[in-house]
Protein backbone atom coordinates (compact mmCIF):
# COMPACT_ATOMS: atom_id res chain seq x y z
CA UNK A 1 0.00 0.00 0.00
CA UNK A 2 1.48 3.36 -0.96
CA UNK A 3 1.71 6.32 2.13
CA UNK A 4 0.39 8.83 0.15
CA UNK A 5 -1.36 9.40 -3.84
CA UNK A 6 -0.99 12.97 -5.58
CA UNK A 7 -3.97 13.95 -7.83
CA UNK A 8 -2.32 16.72 -10.23
CA UNK A 9 0.83 16.87 -11.23
CA UNK A 10 0.68 21.26 -11.79
CA UNK A 11 1.88 24.06 -9.48
CA UNK A 12 0.74 22.50 -5.74
CA UNK A 13 0.74 18.85 -6.90
CA UNK A 14 4.07 18.42 -8.03
CA UNK A 15 5.51 20.73 -5.47
CA UNK A 16 3.28 18.15 -2.51
CA UNK A 17 4.73 15.09 -4.23
CA UNK A 18 8.73 16.23 -3.80
CA UNK A 19 8.27 17.37 -0.24
CA UNK A 20 6.72 13.96 0.90
CA UNK A 21 9.12 12.26 -1.26
CA UNK A 22 12.15 14.24 0.21
CA UNK A 23 10.85 12.93 3.71
CA UNK A 24 11.25 9.36 2.07
CA UNK A 25 7.15 8.59 1.79
CA UNK A 26 6.15 6.05 -0.96
CA UNK A 27 4.58 8.04 -3.11
CA UNK A 28 2.44 8.45 -6.44
CA UNK A 29 1.31 11.10 -8.54
CA UNK A 30 -1.22 10.80 -10.88
CA UNK A 31 -1.50 13.14 -13.92
CA UNK A 32 -4.08 12.92 -16.73
CA UNK A 33 -2.42 14.66 -19.47
CA UNK A 34 1.33 14.92 -19.98
CA UNK A 35 4.17 15.93 -17.81
CA UNK A 36 3.96 19.60 -19.44
CA UNK A 37 0.72 20.47 -20.64
CA UNK A 38 -1.28 23.89 -21.45
CA UNK A 39 -4.69 22.13 -20.53
CA UNK A 40 -4.53 23.76 -17.16
CA UNK A 41 -3.67 26.38 -15.06
CA UNK A 42 0.28 27.02 -15.22
CA UNK A 43 0.86 26.91 -18.63
CA UNK A 44 2.93 30.50 -19.93
CA UNK A 45 5.98 31.11 -19.40
CA UNK A 46 5.60 33.75 -16.08
CA UNK A 47 4.01 33.97 -12.87
CA UNK A 48 4.10 36.65 -10.37
CA UNK A 49 6.03 36.36 -7.10
CA UNK A 50 5.70 39.38 -4.98
CA UNK A 51 6.16 40.09 -0.58
CA UNK A 52 3.59 43.13 -1.07
CA UNK A 53 0.52 41.45 -0.04
CA UNK A 54 -2.77 43.41 -1.12
CA UNK A 55 -5.17 40.23 -0.34
CA UNK A 56 -4.42 40.72 3.33
CA UNK A 57 -1.59 39.88 6.15
CA UNK A 58 -2.16 35.71 6.16
CA UNK A 59 -0.10 35.48 2.89
CA UNK A 60 2.93 37.40 4.18
CA UNK A 61 4.50 34.46 5.74
CA UNK A 62 4.05 32.14 3.03
CA UNK A 63 5.30 34.77 0.69
CA UNK A 64 8.43 34.65 2.72
CA UNK A 65 9.00 30.99 3.28
CA UNK A 66 8.11 30.44 -0.75
CA UNK A 67 11.29 32.79 -2.09
CA UNK A 68 13.56 30.76 0.27
CA UNK A 69 12.17 27.73 -1.15
CA UNK A 70 12.28 28.59 -5.08
CA UNK A 71 15.91 29.88 -4.21
CA UNK A 72 16.67 26.34 -2.54
CA UNK A 73 14.91 24.63 -5.40
CA UNK A 74 17.07 26.43 -8.33
CA UNK A 75 20.11 25.53 -6.43
CA UNK A 76 18.59 21.76 -6.31
CA UNK A 77 17.92 21.90 -9.97
CA UNK A 78 20.55 23.54 -11.05
CA UNK A 79 18.83 26.19 -13.39
CA UNK A 80 16.93 29.60 -13.43
CA UNK A 81 13.31 29.66 -12.09
CA UNK A 82 12.92 33.15 -10.35
CA UNK A 83 13.64 36.09 -11.88
CA UNK A 84 14.19 39.36 -10.21
CA UNK A 85 12.24 42.39 -11.68
CA UNK A 86 10.62 44.31 -8.65
CA UNK A 87 7.30 44.69 -9.26
CA UNK A 88 4.82 47.62 -9.56
CA UNK A 89 1.44 47.55 -8.31
CA UNK A 90 -0.38 50.71 -9.89
CA UNK A 91 -3.92 51.88 -9.19
CA UNK A 92 -5.84 55.56 -7.58
CA UNK A 93 -5.36 56.27 -4.40
CA UNK A 94 -8.67 54.25 -3.78
CA UNK A 95 -8.03 51.54 -5.49
CA UNK A 96 -7.06 48.12 -3.46
CA UNK A 97 -4.09 47.42 -5.11
CA UNK A 98 -2.63 50.47 -4.38
CA UNK A 99 -3.82 51.31 -0.97
CA UNK A 100 -3.50 48.01 0.41
CA UNK A 101 -0.07 47.27 -1.21
CA UNK A 102 1.24 50.48 0.03
CA UNK A 103 -0.93 49.33 3.94
CA UNK A 104 1.40 46.15 3.64
CA UNK A 105 4.64 47.54 2.94
CA UNK A 106 4.96 49.79 5.65
CA UNK A 107 3.26 47.57 8.23
CA UNK A 108 6.29 44.94 7.53
CA UNK A 109 8.76 47.22 6.83
CA UNK A 110 9.19 46.11 3.14
CA UNK A 111 12.01 47.80 0.59
CA UNK A 112 9.62 49.71 -1.15
CA UNK A 113 8.73 53.36 -2.93
CA UNK A 114 5.61 54.90 -3.22
CA UNK A 115 5.57 56.65 -6.66
CA UNK A 116 3.35 59.06 -8.75
CA UNK A 117 2.63 58.68 -12.37
CA UNK A 118 4.87 61.37 -13.37
CA UNK A 119 7.63 59.16 -11.34
CA UNK A 120 6.82 55.68 -12.74
CA UNK A 121 6.59 56.64 -16.12
CA UNK A 122 9.95 58.43 -15.51
CA UNK A 123 11.41 55.62 -14.22
CA UNK A 124 10.16 52.72 -16.44
CA UNK A 125 9.49 54.43 -19.64
CA UNK A 126 7.01 51.97 -21.27
CA UNK A 127 4.40 52.99 -18.65
CA UNK A 128 1.98 55.24 -20.11
CA UNK A 129 -0.48 56.96 -17.43
CA UNK A 130 -3.36 58.92 -16.35
CA UNK A 131 -2.70 61.65 -13.65
CA UNK A 132 -5.00 59.91 -11.30
CA UNK A 133 -2.60 56.51 -10.92
CA UNK A 134 0.18 55.92 -8.11
CA UNK A 135 1.95 53.23 -7.72
CA UNK A 136 3.77 50.88 -5.24
CA UNK A 137 7.26 49.53 -5.66
CA UNK A 138 8.73 46.81 -4.23
CA UNK A 139 12.22 45.26 -5.01
CA UNK A 140 10.79 41.79 -4.00
CA UNK A 141 8.93 40.89 -7.14
CA UNK A 142 9.46 39.18 -9.83
CA UNK A 143 8.66 36.17 -11.79
CA UNK A 144 8.46 32.48 -11.94
CA UNK A 145 8.66 30.04 -14.60
CA UNK A 146 6.29 27.65 -14.38
CA UNK A 147 7.43 25.15 -16.31
CA UNK A 148 10.76 24.94 -15.41
CA UNK A 149 9.09 24.87 -11.61
CA UNK A 150 6.77 21.70 -12.09
CA UNK A 151 9.18 20.40 -14.01
CA UNK A 152 12.04 20.53 -11.54
CA UNK A 153 9.32 19.36 -8.38
CA UNK A 154 8.15 16.65 -10.73
CA UNK A 155 12.11 15.39 -11.67
CA UNK A 156 13.58 16.22 -8.34
CA UNK A 157 10.64 13.76 -6.66
CA UNK A 158 11.60 10.64 -8.92
CA UNK A 159 15.08 11.51 -7.78
CA UNK A 160 13.78 11.19 -4.15
CA UNK A 161 12.09 7.85 -5.70
CA UNK A 162 8.60 9.01 -6.09
CA UNK A 163 6.48 7.50 -8.98
CA UNK A 164 4.31 9.33 -11.54
CA UNK A 165 2.18 8.19 -14.35
CA UNK A 166 0.91 10.35 -16.84
CA UNK A 167 -1.88 10.48 -19.07
CA UNK A 168 -3.91 8.40 -16.15
CA UNK A 169 -6.98 10.26 -15.24
CA UNK A 170 -8.46 9.67 -11.87
CA UNK A 171 -12.25 8.25 -12.11
CA UNK A 172 -13.64 7.97 -8.76
CA UNK A 173 -12.24 7.55 -4.68
CA UNK A 174 -13.80 6.23 -1.83
CA UNK A 175 -12.75 5.94 1.62
CA UNK A 176 -12.72 2.44 3.14
CA UNK A 177 -11.34 3.72 6.80
CA UNK A 178 -8.44 1.44 6.79
CA UNK A 179 -7.41 2.90 3.39
CA UNK A 180 -8.37 5.08 0.66
CA UNK A 181 -9.31 3.37 -3.25
CA UNK A 182 -8.67 5.37 -6.20
CA UNK A 183 -10.07 4.19 -9.53
CA UNK A 184 -8.47 5.31 -12.81
CA UNK A 185 -8.28 4.85 -16.42
CA UNK A 186 -6.00 1.75 -15.94
CA UNK A 187 -6.39 0.36 -12.41
CA UNK A 188 -7.09 0.82 -8.78
CA UNK A 189 -4.99 1.64 -6.01
CA UNK A 190 -4.85 1.87 -2.68
CA UNK A 191 -3.19 4.07 -0.38
CA UNK A 192 -3.76 5.38 3.32
CA UNK A 193 -3.28 9.62 2.37
CA UNK A 194 -5.00 11.27 -0.68
CA UNK A 195 -4.00 14.68 -1.98
CA UNK A 196 -6.40 16.38 -4.82
CA UNK A 197 -4.79 19.08 -6.22
CA UNK A 198 -6.42 18.88 -9.38
CA UNK A 199 -7.11 22.23 -10.29
CA UNK A 200 -10.25 23.37 -12.42
CA UNK A 201 -10.74 19.42 -12.00
CA UNK A 202 -11.01 19.86 -8.54
CA UNK A 203 -14.93 20.40 -8.27
CA UNK A 204 -15.84 16.84 -9.12
CA UNK A 205 -13.01 15.37 -7.29
CA UNK A 206 -13.36 16.96 -3.96
CA UNK A 207 -16.71 15.74 -4.35
CA UNK A 208 -18.34 17.99 -1.88
CA UNK A 209 -21.87 19.19 -2.55
CA UNK A 210 -22.60 22.95 -2.95
CA UNK A 211 -19.22 24.40 -2.89
CA UNK A 212 -18.74 27.04 -4.59
CA UNK A 213 -15.96 26.59 -6.86
CA UNK A 214 -16.12 28.24 -10.51
CA UNK A 215 -13.47 27.96 -13.27
CA UNK A 216 -13.21 31.06 -15.23
CA UNK A 217 -11.39 31.52 -19.12
CA UNK A 218 -8.47 33.25 -19.08
CA UNK A 219 -6.66 34.76 -21.91
CA UNK A 220 -3.23 36.42 -22.21
CA UNK A 221 -1.43 38.03 -24.93
CA UNK A 222 1.99 39.43 -26.02
CA UNK A 223 2.49 43.20 -27.16
CA UNK A 224 5.69 43.27 -29.12
CA UNK A 225 7.79 46.99 -29.28
CA UNK A 226 10.16 48.14 -32.12
CA UNK A 227 12.26 49.79 -28.71
CA UNK A 228 13.11 46.31 -27.09
CA UNK A 229 14.62 48.07 -24.66
CA UNK A 230 11.53 49.57 -22.54
CA UNK A 231 9.80 45.85 -21.64
CA UNK A 232 13.80 44.48 -21.49
CA UNK A 233 13.16 42.42 -18.10
CA UNK A 234 16.59 43.97 -17.09
CA UNK A 235 14.71 47.25 -16.84
CA UNK A 236 11.07 46.96 -16.57
CA UNK A 237 8.69 45.24 -13.66
CA UNK A 238 6.22 43.33 -13.35
CA UNK A 239 3.13 45.22 -12.58
CA UNK A 240 -0.31 44.96 -11.64
CA UNK A 241 -2.73 48.01 -12.46
CA UNK A 242 -5.81 48.33 -11.56
CA UNK A 243 -7.23 51.69 -14.01
CA UNK A 244 -11.10 52.00 -12.18
CA UNK A 245 -12.52 49.52 -14.45
CA UNK A 246 -9.69 46.56 -15.06
CA UNK A 247 -7.60 44.98 -12.73
CA UNK A 248 -4.47 43.89 -15.07
CA UNK A 249 -1.52 42.63 -14.49
CA UNK A 250 1.73 41.35 -16.68
CA UNK A 251 5.22 41.06 -17.17
CA UNK A 252 8.54 42.01 -19.23
CA UNK A 253 9.65 40.20 -22.02
CA UNK A 254 10.47 36.82 -21.66
CA UNK A 255 10.17 33.33 -23.41
CA UNK A 256 8.00 35.72 -26.29
CA UNK A 257 8.56 39.19 -27.92
CA UNK A 258 6.98 41.83 -26.16
CA UNK A 259 4.77 42.75 -23.01
CA UNK A 260 2.85 40.22 -21.92
CA UNK A 261 -0.69 41.17 -20.56
CA UNK A 262 -3.65 40.03 -18.71
CA UNK A 263 -6.88 41.14 -16.74
CA UNK A 264 -7.68 39.10 -14.20
CA UNK A 265 -10.94 36.81 -14.66
CA UNK A 266 -10.86 38.45 -18.35
CA UNK A 267 -14.57 38.06 -19.80
CA UNK A 268 -15.79 36.50 -17.03
CA UNK A 269 -16.68 33.47 -18.64
CA UNK A 270 -18.03 30.33 -16.21
CA UNK A 271 -16.51 27.48 -17.81
CA UNK A 272 -16.48 23.55 -17.63
CA UNK A 273 -12.52 22.57 -17.95
CA UNK A 274 -13.15 19.76 -20.35
CA UNK A 275 -15.66 21.80 -22.52
CA UNK A 276 -14.33 25.53 -22.85
CA UNK A 277 -13.06 27.24 -25.97
CA UNK A 278 -9.51 27.86 -27.04
CA UNK A 279 -10.01 29.76 -30.12
CA UNK A 280 -9.15 33.23 -29.55
CA UNK A 281 -12.09 35.73 -30.39
CA UNK A 282 -12.33 39.68 -31.24
CA UNK A 283 -13.77 40.35 -27.88
CA UNK A 284 -10.36 38.64 -26.51
CA UNK A 285 -7.82 40.74 -28.39
CA UNK A 286 -10.36 43.94 -28.29
CA UNK A 287 -9.70 43.58 -24.36
CA UNK A 288 -6.40 43.04 -24.11
CA UNK A 289 -5.59 45.69 -26.95
CA UNK A 290 -7.38 48.34 -25.30
CA UNK A 291 -5.93 47.36 -22.15
CA UNK A 292 -2.76 47.91 -24.05
CA UNK A 293 -3.18 51.49 -24.15
CA UNK A 294 -1.62 52.13 -20.56
CA UNK A 295 1.84 51.40 -22.27
CA UNK A 296 4.09 53.02 -25.24
CA UNK A 297 5.03 51.63 -28.21
CA UNK A 298 3.18 48.36 -28.13
CA UNK A 299 2.32 46.42 -31.36
CA UNK A 300 -0.78 44.31 -32.12
CA UNK A 301 -0.49 41.70 -29.92
CA UNK A 302 0.26 38.19 -30.83
CA UNK A 303 0.85 34.80 -29.42
CA UNK A 304 -2.73 34.64 -27.51
CA UNK A 305 -3.04 32.29 -24.89
CA UNK A 306 -6.07 30.34 -23.09
CA UNK A 307 -6.10 29.06 -19.71
CA UNK A 308 -8.30 28.78 -16.44
CA UNK A 309 -8.57 30.54 -12.84
CA UNK A 310 -10.33 28.45 -10.37
CA UNK A 311 -11.64 31.07 -7.51
CA UNK A 312 -13.71 30.58 -4.63
CA UNK A 313 -16.08 33.80 -3.89
CA UNK A 314 -13.46 35.16 -1.46
CA UNK A 315 -10.96 34.96 -3.22
CA UNK A 316 -8.63 33.02 -0.49
CA UNK A 317 -7.17 29.10 -0.98
CA UNK A 318 -9.10 25.68 0.15
CA UNK A 319 -6.10 23.57 2.19
CA UNK A 320 -8.00 21.41 4.75
CA UNK A 321 -8.58 17.86 5.41
CA UNK A 322 -11.60 16.89 3.42
CA UNK A 323 -15.07 17.49 5.35
CA UNK A 324 -15.44 13.51 4.66
CA UNK A 325 -12.73 12.03 5.77
CA UNK A 326 -9.36 13.15 7.82
CA UNK A 327 -7.08 10.98 5.16
CA UNK A 328 -7.65 13.42 1.94
CA UNK A 329 -6.09 16.91 1.88
CA UNK A 330 -7.56 19.29 -0.41
CA UNK A 331 -6.25 21.65 -2.15
CA UNK A 332 -7.30 24.55 -4.62
CA UNK A 333 -4.44 27.72 -3.49
CA UNK A 334 -6.66 29.40 -6.64
CA UNK A 335 -8.53 32.51 -7.97
CA UNK A 336 -5.33 33.45 -9.80
CA UNK A 337 -3.04 34.26 -7.30
CA UNK A 338 -1.54 30.66 -6.26
CA UNK A 339 1.08 29.83 -8.07
CA UNK A 340 3.85 32.21 -6.26
CA UNK A 341 2.56 29.84 -3.15
CA UNK A 342 3.24 26.65 -4.52
CA UNK A 343 6.61 25.95 -3.10
CA UNK A 344 5.43 26.44 0.57
CA UNK A 345 2.08 24.62 -0.55
CA UNK A 346 3.83 21.73 -1.08
CA UNK A 347 5.88 21.94 2.16
CA UNK A 348 2.28 22.29 3.82
CA UNK A 349 0.94 19.53 2.11
CA UNK A 350 3.77 17.32 3.32
CA UNK A 351 3.10 18.66 6.80
CA UNK A 352 -0.97 17.76 7.07
CA UNK A 353 0.09 14.04 5.26
CA UNK A 354 2.35 13.08 7.77
CA UNK A 355 1.29 15.15 11.08
CA UNK A 356 -2.16 16.45 10.64
CA UNK A 357 -1.20 19.70 11.09
CA UNK A 358 1.36 22.51 9.92
CA UNK A 359 3.34 25.32 11.22
CA UNK A 360 1.86 27.77 8.88
CA UNK A 361 -1.37 29.53 10.08
CA UNK A 362 -4.02 28.04 7.71
CA UNK A 363 -7.12 28.58 8.95
CA UNK A 364 -7.89 31.52 6.27
CA UNK A 365 -8.29 28.38 3.73
CA UNK A 366 -10.43 25.90 5.81
CA UNK A 367 -13.02 24.71 4.26
CA UNK A 368 -15.73 25.31 6.70
CA UNK A 369 -16.10 28.82 5.29
CA UNK A 370 -18.65 27.47 2.67
CA UNK A 371 -20.27 24.79 4.38
Known sequence: MLDVIVIGMGAHGSAGLFHLAKKGLNVLGLEQFDQIHN???????????????????????????????????????????????????I??????????????????????????NNEIMSSFPGFNLSSDLKGVYLKDGGFLDPEKAVKAHTQLAIKNEAKINYNEKVLSWNDKT?????????????????????????????????????VVRQVVGWFPSKNKSLFDKNKFPVWILDDGKYHGYGFPEYGNDGLKIGIFNHLNEKIYPDKYSRTITPEDIKLLSNFSSHFKETGEGENYNTCMFTNTPDENFILDKHPSTENCIIVSCCSGHGFKFSSVIGEIISDLCQTEQTGYNIDLFKISRFL
Open 91 to 116: GNKQSPIFKNTLSSAIKHNLDYKEMD
Open 178 to 214: SHIEILTTKTTYKTKKLVIAAGAWNINLFDIPGLPLS
Open 39 to 89: NGSYHGLSRIIRMGMYEGDAYLPLAKRSFELWRELEKEYNEQILYMTGIIN
